[in-house]
């Protein structure tokens, strides 16, 4: 979580991180619900991967439109704050 862009709170973000992880499962099948009552042709998001597994299960195209990759944001958490995960972003 940003407070403002000079103070970040890295154990908050940790936390939502967390938190939006635990949502997941539900999230997926809210998802698929509304994508079944009103089938989509095409699932366009800006990398959420969550989109793609969504676009997979419907069985229509998805498509990524990104100009940054949260791999290289989390970085620096990862290396600063021993609570987060290591290993691959990506």
Known sequence: ???T???IDKMRTLRN?????????KVLKQ????????????????IAPMAFDVAQK???PGVAI???SWDWIYEGYVKECK????GSWT
């Open 66 to 68: 990104a100009n940054f």
């Open 5 to 7: 862009i000079f103070n």
């Open 17 to 25: 991180c967390e938190e939006a992880v635990e949502r997941g499962p």
């Open 83 to 86: 609570p987060f995960p290591g």
């Open 58 to 60: 419907l069985g229509v």
């Open 1 to 3: 979580m940003q407070r």
């Open 31 to 46: 998802e698929l619900k509304f994508g079944a009552q009103n089938p989509p042709a095409l699932i366009v998001s800006d």
